[in-house]
């Protein structure tokens, strides 16, 4: 039986201590050697430190770890330090990136480390929390209805652009990015807002992940259906080369299959997720190596991972520290500006700036038609503000995953679980660059309105009519009646 409270105070305070200890101990015995010894240093640090603190909240249950601030924490770290641990030889860390702004940038992603986990006790915890969603009866046909509305939509533009070629449509998805006939075009047009749409792809991998943990409510045909829809969605998230992407579509989906499977425990979360991590580790390993080529010109027997590179955000981050504001000065509220009109369609606004006034690329002497360069929320809170606006985004960050969190604590509706778990792609993405918050968070609103307004008719009847039938669906479905 599904609980509908988990006991988070208490382990999360600890763990905050142990974080914040681990962060400080780390920044005080930083090497002086180089740029990659610090880095190495720092990852080992940090690593060791969320590992404890991972355990620690384990402690209240398998269902505490699955929250939207670990993800945060675990996603930095993965974008950050990770791939230090391993050998980074023939990358030009040495080159790219000086002891000092090495050090600096380390300090900064360190401070952003602590404003995440300071964040989240910002949040007060006193009364009930607020639902953003009553609870419903939510039929497993509307979940059913979703998931082939949210399908049909988000691959309109793609099957508008081959004429509804399926075949046509795998061939161009091997082919290399940006190549595609549905690829967006820099200003867009009309058909963008069918691009728009297709954010709708998003919410396929966490309805599949509930429909899969409550199958016996689903007949054979839906299940099929599910299972060859979500495989294409994988492949389309592999093919395109964008491992965030593909990490998004694994992430969202096993988040909503344990938030969903009655009596999980901690040998499910270890038979299913740690095969489903390094799956997922192996495939954005590989998804480098034919990104620029294309899935269909490489070849796996060819290919050798000597090492793992994520996208050595460190150097970058230590570079802007360099930069700012010794060469250009600090951006202050232009990015967080531009992330509130990055989802407006250029049709609806076609004097929408086209990018920050001093690109990041561009600052990196690089071209910024083509190529890009990430930095995470950290380096992009240090181009508007330096040290204070890091420390500031941090906390933000915090707070906002605390109250996401809320979500899923004292309910009893799957379509609530749902929902919770479709946050898990706008706060991933939020740790890759804060600018696309606003974008990642559509998909969600979406899935909202469709719970406000289409399933408005299934609520719960009101207070007046008998409880005991709110007790029997509660135990059909494996939730507790609600005793609120």
């Not at 954010?199 to 199958?215: C, D, E, M, Q, V």
């Not at 027997?301 to 570079?319: A, C, G, H, K």
């Not at 606004?349 to 038609?369: F, I, R």
Request: charged fraction near 10%; charge should be positive; proline fraction near 5%.
């Amino acid at each position: 039986m599904i609980k509908g409270r988990v006991p988070v105070a208490a382990p999360t305070a600890i763990s905050t201590a142990t974080i914040l200890c681990g962060l400080a101990l780390t920044s005080l015995l930083l090497p002086q050697d180089d740029a990659e010894g610090v880095f190495a240093a720092a990852g080992i640090g940090v690593g060791l430190s969320l590992a404890l603190a991972t355990g620690i909240e384990a402690t209240a249950g398998v269902r505490a770890l699955i929250r939207v601030d670990i993800l945060m924490l675990w996603v930095l770290y993965g974008l950050t330090f990770l791939e230090f641990l391993f050998p980074q030889r023939g990358t030009g860390i040495g080159i790219n990136a000086t002891l000092s702004s090495a050090t600096i940038g380390t300090y900064a992603v360190l401070l952003g480390f602590a404003g995440l986990v300071v964040g989240r006790h910002w949040v007060p915890r006193r009364g009930r929390p607020r639902q953003i969603s009553t609870s419903m009866e939510v039929r497993p046909g509307n979940i059913f209805l979703l998931f082939v509305f949210a399908a049909l939509l988000g691959y309109l533009h793609i099957f508008l652009a081959v004429d509804f070629d399926l075949f046509e449509a795998l061939r161009q998805m091997s082919l290399p990015r940006f190549a595609q006939a549905w690829s967006r075009g820099r200003y867009g047009d009309a058909l963008s807002l069918l691009v728009e749409l297709g954010a709708l792809i998003y919410l396929i991998p966490p309805i599949a992940g509930l429909i899969y943990a409550r199958s016996a409510e689903y007949n054979l045909a839906q299940k099929m259906i599910v299972t060859i829809v979500l495989l294409f969605t994988f492949y389309y998230g592999f093919s395109s080369g964008t491992r965030n992407i593909l990490a998004t579509y694994v992430i969202t989906f096993v988040g909503a299959y344990f938030l969903n499977k009655p009596k999980l425990n901690f040998w499910h979360v270890l038979c299913y997720g740690v095969p489903t991590l390094v799956l997922l580790a192996l495939g954005t390993a590989y998804m480098l190596e034919f990104r620029q080529a294309g899935l269909g010109k490489f070849s796996f027997q060819e290919s050798r991972l000597n090492t793992l590179y994520v996208d050595q955000n460190m150097v970058v981050i230590s570079r802007i520290t360099d930069l700012f504001p010794n060469v250009y000065n600090y951006l202050g509220l232009e990015i967080p500006f531009y992330g509130v009109i990055h989802p407006i369609p250029r049709m609806l606004w076609p004097g929408k700036p086209e990018g920050l006034s001093v690109s990041l690329e561009s600052a990196l002497g690089a071209d910024p038609t083509s190529v890009t360069f990430a930095s995470t929320f950290v380096g992009e809170a240090y181009m508007a503000g330096g040290l204070l606006a890091v420390l500031f985004a941090g906390l933000l960050y915090g707070a906002m995953g605390e109250m996401w969190n809320r979500l899923s604590r004292d309910i009893n509706s799957p379509f609530q679980q749902l929902l919770y778990a479709s946050g898990f792609f706008c706060a991933a993405l939020s740790m890759r660059s804060m600018v696309w918050t606003s974008v990642t968070a559509l998909p969600t609103l979406a899935l909202w309105l469709f719970g406000k307004f289409w399933l408005s008719s299934a609520r719960r009847p009101a207070a007046g009519i008998s409880s005991n039938r709110s007790s029997v669906h509660c135990l059909r479905s494996g939730y507790p009646p609600d005793k609120g």
